[in-house]
């Protein structure tokens, strides 16, 4: 229902106007039309203003108040990134804080304070070896972690152990015609 007809229900009990036809139904419809696009303006603000709703220009505009773009690929993810980016405060740096909004920002890594002082880890869960876009990873990480802090990174490689339980003997290994790299990323 438009506005157009929540005129005339309001104005039906009255019974002065002409609702059906004429100049007053002609006028309703100018107003209601008007009020129809006043509407859809104000829902379109209201969607655009909000992080988790964003899907154009207020996506946009929110994006052009960081350095980095987040590492997501999808308008649902950038949404999520950027609410996990603008939730940082001055109380937002402890280590579960910190995965939170990795995680949110669609960041396959994970900080964990290590025994020394100033000193954290960041490893990618599920990833064998380098991911295969380290360097943007590593620029977004360094932006959203604490710039005090010196950041090593830790990858995971196969073990001897679990290449000896994947393979029977060495001829079996080598029958696989496999690389290094790729028998590195056999996790």
């Not at 603008?86 to 995680?103: E, K, V, Y």
């Not at 960041?107 to 070896?129: K, M």
């Amino acid at each position: 229902m438009g506005y157009a007809d929540y005129i005339r229900a309001l104005l039906k009990p009255l019974r002065v106007y002409a609702l059906a036809g004429g100049f007053e139904d002609m006028e309703t419809e100018t107003l209601g039309g008007a009020l129809d696009e006043v509407d859809l303006a104000l829902t379109l603000s209201e969607r655009e203003m909000l992080p988790l709703t964003a899907e154009s220009y207020g996506l946009e505009n929110l994006l052009s108040l960081l350095t980095l773009r987040p590492a997501a690929d999808t308008t649902g993810r950038m949404q999520t990134a950027l609410s996990a980016l603008l939730r940082i405060g001055n109380d937002s740096f402890t280590a579960a804080a910190l995965n939170d909004t990795l995680c949110g920002c669609g960041l396959n890594a994970q900080v964990r304070e290590t025994e020394q002082a100033g000193v954290v880890e960041v490893s990618f869960p599920g990833v064998a070896g380098e991911p295969d876009d380290l360097d943007a990873l590593c620029a977004v990480i360094e932006d959203i972690l604490p710039c005090h802090l010196q950041i090593n990174y830790v990858f995971t490689y196969i073990t001897w152990q679990r290449l000896e339980s994947l393979f029977a003997n060495w001829s079996e290994l080598e029958s696989g015609a496999a690389s290094w790299s790729a028998l590195e990323r056999m996790v």
